[in-house]
């Protein structure tokens, strides 16, 4: 009575993820996790969404992990399981989001054997291909150690170390018997009661900070970067910089901490920047620059341009516990964790210097001039040359900022990569509630059709959009029927050129590739959605777009708008110049 009472092996592991407060896991089924499989559909806590791809399943978590701040969990097989959880891997491990990948393997009793998918040591060895992009790598092997290893596969995925974390176990080892004192205990590695505040502020350098630069009459920008991208961290940096009066601009990766329309927004610096925050950052006239949570790599320091660090201050507050890749730059960065360190700012008090009053009217004096300079530069935002075919597509741009007037502002907006990633970042003004989302540092196409799905289910009370393309399409399209399946309620905007948009331009223009690897098929993408049973409606006409949206708000599952735009330079200018001329 006593065994059949006891919790087994994928019931203890599913328990652990109830006690880390996790309620979504995505998966594609398969024999070697049945186990598994019966114990999230036991769970009370626990929802399974089965998934059309692993690879996708990987996505989903990313984006479930982004939207939550809790960790993401995705389930497979081992082998070629596994191997499709890889460009999840990358993308999670690139731009440091905490997942957890479980794989289920062969009986511990046929590896070794020439058995089918056998994917250990003696197979393909799987834990030796994924361990470059996770930071745990466990095999549990016996029940004895489950404890252990659960502990060590669960170390570190939380938002201070930003780890990730692959654990495997034998189908047949999910099926036996936890040893009493582990079933169902609960967890010590459960990160909620001592990790909720994150990483402390280094209260010396914030207090230094303000007493050389923050209270004085210095000209100082804040850069923002995606370790200060989040709604809590938002907030409290909207407190900072309107206390101190202080111009914030962020790079791509950071886009969603600021709102774009304030009278202190620098707008997006690096890749798909505005006008006014190159400008402003590259300038002579500015004193200091103060970067949050960014390691300043390529695309957000603009192709590493001398004027970033140039007759300035260059001071870099992070919170990240792995080595920046700032190496360009020469300057060390003080440890401070991000959010901690604008809390602390907000309650700073700035009265103890007697003239702060005058350095305040003279900072905003300067911050009008800031804003005076357009956010756009008209010699750079013209469309250039229709494509030569004589399309007369719509302007992506057009299509973008009229999404942005019609949109909810508290609309969760998660951007794929491709052409439409550089209109997005450039001409969407973000609400800056934390609620922009992208994969940043690896940028594989199609993962925002599937990290939107993880999106919306761990923040359901908001709208979620997702603006993806029609390469994108091709590649992972197949899991709006994911969305469809669970009836989740998001919009999907695909913007479509019938191109490889981006390196479509540099065939056209450049004659860097010959222009037929770069066309795609027109594909009617809104037929393909009706299709997987995701309502669709195709638009030509910009004027017909807040119609569709409409439409689009009165169904209760996914919708999909398939906007036809044509293939234009994408809004780079200031980037591809620097690149062409470091």
Request: glycine share 8%; hydrophobic share 40%; proline share 5%.
């Amino acid at each position: 009575m006593e065994s059949r009472a006891r919790l087994n092996v994928s019931k203890t592991v599913v328990k652990s993820l109830e006690a880390a407060n996790i309620d979504h896991v995505f998966l594609v089924p398969g024999k070697m996790i049945y186990p598994l499989l019966d114990a999230i559909d036991k769970s009370p806590s626990i929802r399974g969404i089965v998934c059309a791809h692993e690879t996708s399943s990987a996505f989903m978590a990313d984006g479930y992990a982004r939207a939550s701040r809790r960790f993401g969990v995705c389930v497979g097989i081992s082998g070629p399981g596994t191997m499709n959880f890889v460009p999840g891997m990358a993308s999670a491990h690139a731009d440091r989001i905490p997942v957890l990948y479980i794989a289920g393997g062969v009986s511990s009793r046929a590896e070794g054997k020439g058995a089918f998918q056998d994917a250990t040591l003696s197979g393909i060895f799987e834990s030796g291909v994924v361990k470059s992009l996770v930071e745990n790598v466990v095999e549990l092997k016996n029940k004895d150690n489950l404890q252990a290893e659960m502990r060590r596969a669960m170390d570190g995925l939380d938002w201070m170390r930003r780890a990730q974390s692959f654990i495997s176990i034998p189908v047949d080892v999910q099926q036996h018997d936890a040893l009493p004192g582990q079933e169902g205990s609960r967890q010590p590695y459960d990160h909620g009661e001592f990790n909720t505040s994150g990483v402390p502020a280094n209260h010396a350098a914030l207090q230094a900070l303000c007493d050389r630069f923050l209270l004085t009459s210095k000209r100082v920008a804040f850069l923002i970067g995606s370790r200060g991208n989040d709604p809590e961290t938002a907030k409290a940096l909207l407190d900072v910089a309107e206390k101190f009066c202080i111009p914030v601009a962020t790079t791509l990766s950071g886009k969603g901490a600021f709102p774009e329309d304030h009278v202190l927004s620098l707008g997006v610096y690096g890749f798909a920047g505005h006008s006014r925050a190159v400008r402003v950052i590259n300038s002579d006239e500015l004193d200091v620059l103060v970067v949050f949570g960014s390691d300043l790599n390529q695309r957000d320091s603009m192709n590493w341009t001398e004027k970033l660090t140039a007759w300035k201050e260059l001071i870099v507050f992070d919170d990240s516990f792995d080595a920046p890749a700032m190496g360009h730059v020469a300057r060390s960065r003080v440890f401070s964790g991000i959010r901690a360190s604008f809390r602390l700012l907000s309650k700073m008090d700035a009265n103890r210097r007697a003239d702060f009053h005058a350095v305040l009217e003279r900072r905003r004096a300067w911050a009008v001039e800031v804003n005076r300079i357009p956010l756009y530069d008209d010699k750079f935002e013209h469309p250039g040359a229709r494509d030569p075919n004589g399309d007369e597509s719509l302007y992506t741009g057009d299509v973008v900022k009229q999404l942005c007037e019609l949109l909810p502002k508290d609309a969760n907006v998660v951007v794929d990569s491709g052409a439409h990633r550089i209109f997005m970042a450039h001409y969407w003004l973000s609400s800056g509630i934390g609620n922009y989302f992208s994969s940043s540092s690896l940028a594989p196409m199609g993962w925002a059709i599937a990290a939107g799905i993880g999106i919306k289910l761990a923040a359901p009370q908001r709208p979620c959009v997702v603006v993806t393309g029609d390469g994108c399409m091709l590649m992972h399209g197949m899991e709006i029927q994911t969305a469809a399946r669970y009836n989740i309620k998001m919009l999907y905007i695909v913007l479509n050129n019938s191109a490889h948009g981006a390196v479509h331009i540099d065939a056209i223009s450049k004659g860097s590739v010959p222009e037929r690897f770069t066309r795609l098929p027109s594909h009617n993408w809104a037929a393909f959605a009706t299709s997987l049973a995701v309502a669709a409606r195709r638009v030509e006409r910009l004027q017909d777009l807040a119609d569709a949206l409409s439409e689009a708000s009165r169904f209760d599952g996914p919708f999909l708008i398939e906007v036809m735009t044509g293939v234009f330079p994408a809004p780079n200018r200031y980037y591809a110049e620097c690149a062409a001329h470091p």
